[in-house]
């Protein structure tokens, strides 16, 4: 990888940050300015990967000849999408209705090499099974750990882990927001050796 090739996270999550920082390698991070509005009857799996590309796409416009890595993430109960809460009273509502259920993550993510036009686009998949909760249980999580914008309303990272009874995916950085295995292989089908980087 040249410094002509700087790796780029076109994202503001900090989530998504401290996962790519396990890899190791140096990278900038930019603001994205894409319209994340589902399209009608847009399909959970095509909506993820539309704006995964379009995320790195935009940030190829500040980065010409950088690698850029686009990532976009819903969850899917009873056929309807979850998004990010944003309230307090979203989040719980969400909640109840992913206790007891199986919820389906799926990120979508786009490592677009900007200056060869070339583009990477996978959608990864990530269930994960939410035990029975009380009111109560819910109103406590979301005040001790305030997930409003996180995708299902959880921190998978932090306490939401116990609200789950049970998860099932290759990757379980995927339910965090970058699926870090799937972004290894196409570094390399970029020539980026993850492991041969100092």
Do not use: H, W
Request: glycine share 8%; hydrophobic share 40%.
């Amino acid at each position: 990888m040249s410094m002509n090739s700087p790796i780029v996270l076109a994202s503001t999550s900090p989530y998504r940050r401290a996962l790519l920082e396990r890899l190791g390698l140096p990278f900038q991070v930019c603001a994205p300015q894409v319209d994340e509005t589902r399209l009608p009857s847009e399909p959970p799996e095509v909506l993820v990967r539309r704006l995964a590309e379009a995320k790195a796409r935009a940030g190829a416009s500040q980065y010409p000849k950088g690698l850029i890595i686009g990532s976009d993430q819903v969850a899917v109960a009873g056929g309807e999408i979850l998004g990010k809460p944003l309230t307090v009273a979203r989040c719980e509502e969400q909640l109840r209705k992913m206790a007891d259920t199986t919820v389906q993550f799926l990120t979508g993510l786009c490592l677009f090499d900007a200056d060869q036009g070339l583009t990477q686009v996978e959608v990864v998949p990530f269930q994960v099974s939410l035990r029975p909760l009380s009111d109560a249980q819910i109103q406590n999580y979301v005040r001790r750990e305030n997930p409003l914008d996180c995708a299902g309303g959880f921190k998978a990272e932090g306490l939401g882990v116990s609200l789950f009874s049970q998860l099932s995916g290759t990757d379980p950085n995927a339910l965090i927001g970058l699926p870090l295995i799937r972004l290894v292989f196409m570094l390399e089908q970029a020539g980026v050796d993850v492991l041969a980087s100092s």
